[in-house]
């Protein structure tokens, strides 16, 4: 059974193509520029490459020179389109309506477009992956909507709720509904089984730190809390996200810069966040390099992300009454020991200790040691594999 995981952005088109009997990966790419210019990367998992710039007015057309670098290219690695038995979306916004994965159907493709008001950047462009697919595929291949959101549909009413007047969460669904669900549902019970535990006895803190970060809870299996909100801006400072910010903060300087709601949207999504402080860049490895160079503000930048990682990580060891794991994953998390020992440092009070010498970079690693009192994990996360699973389930 192959199954071709799909996420569309607005401009862009990543897929991997997965054979699940062994849950090999057969192929990756990414379409960039749709609309604009367009280009194509494809890569066999045996080191054929296929590359081109291609004009790509649109994600159908794009969807096209995909099943050609798939079947034609030097870089095939398959003979047709009818060997590939499902397609597993991506979908980033699935509200308080959709606890789990599912087929998608007409109904449920509607319900997916109503609430892009609360995703305006992400569910319109995956909404476009999946009609796009649905007319390359024909009605012959099941195509499925994994949704960023529902691994933390289990957060109880005092966790999601903001002290809002309740009229704007009955009228506009105001409330904490997280992202990276995908990511900490795959991590987490990864975990477990790494651990050779069972998850359902475990309190878990899954820390995804990347351009786009958060830091979710997992209590017995379960999404607990999380920090992304309504939407991936809260929480703490990531890539050129702001993360939490008194609101009247930004109240103020949109009176002082005569701003509208929606460039202060912007500025707070687009323009903050490391980028922000640092004025450089919003690359961790950039900031790194330039902090050890003597840049203060950068150095700030770093200094910042890390004492709000550690703030989140103990209140949720607080709201859990305890902790079993810490784990690291994402680009920075999996990529950066040198952070996540200076992260752990706050955690000795616990009886963390760690041994770095058995951090191996791109695999899962118990990083403490065996006395330490609490693990701590590296987990490389694969949002792919986890949405090529559901996809599987769904459709046996």
């Known amino acids: 059974m192959k199954i071709f995981v799909v996420n569309a952005g607005s401009s862009s088109l990543k897929y991997q193509l997965i054979d699940m009997e062994n849950e090999q990966l057969l192929a990756k790419g990414i379409c960039d520029r749709i609309g604009v210019t367009g280009a194509i990367k494809h890569q066999a998992m045996d080191g054929r490459v296929y590359k081109a710039d291609i004009d790509m007015p649109d994600h159908a057309v794009a969807f096209e020179k995909v099943v ?102 009955e009228k506009y669904g105001i409330r904490r509904y997280g992202a990276h669900g995908t990511s900490h549902k795959f991590v987490s019970a990864h975990t477990a089984e790494f651990a050779g535990k069972d998850i359902k006895d475990m309190k878990i803190i899954t820390c995804h730190l990347g351009s786009g970060c958060s830091i979710t809870a997992v209590k017995n299996g379960k999404s607990f809390d999380t920090s992304m909100g309504f939407t991936p801006l809260d929480g703490f400072m990531m890539g050129t996200r702001s993360g939490c910010v008194d609101p009247s903060a930004l109240t103020f300087i949109a009176e002082k810069e005569n701003l509208s709601p929606a460039q202060i949207n912007d500025i707070c999504n687009k323009k903050s966040g490391a980028l922000g402080i640092s004025g450089l860049t919003n690359d961790n490895r950039d900031l790194v390099e330039a902090s050890a160079n003597g840049n203060e503000r950068a150095e700030l930048s770093l200094a910042m992300q890390r004492y709000q990682i550690v703030k989140y990580i103990g209140s949720y060891i607080a709201a859990m009454n305890g902790v079993d794991a810490i ?64 996809t599987k389930n769904l459709i046996a």
């Open 68 to 169: 050609w670098a798939l079947t034609q290219s030097d870089a095939k690695v398959i003979d047709s389109l009818d060997e590939i038995t499902a397609v597993g979306h991506r979908i980033v916004q699935g509200g308080s309506i959709f606890k789990e994965s599912c087929i998608i159907t007409p109904e449920v493709l509607e319900k997916v477009e109503e609430l892009s008001e609360l995703a305006p950047l992400h569910n319109p462009a995956n909404i476009l992956g999946v009609r796009a697919c649905m007319k390359l595929f024909g009605e012959s291949v099941p195509q499925v909507a994994v949704f960023d959101t529902a691994f933390h549909q289990t957060m109880e009413p005092e966790v999601y709720m903001y002290a809002l007047p309740y009229e704007y969460y």
């Open 327 to 390: 784990v690291f994953t994402g680009g920075i998390g999996e990529n950066n020991p040198e952070m996540v020992e200076m992260l752990c440092a706050n955690f000795g009070y616990l009886g963390v200790k760690l041994d770095m010498s058995k951090y191996v970079r791109g695999e899962d690693c118990k990083i403490s040691t065996d006395d330490s009192g609490v693990d701590v994990y590296v987990i490389p996360t694969n949002e792919e594999l986890a949405i090529a699973r559901d």
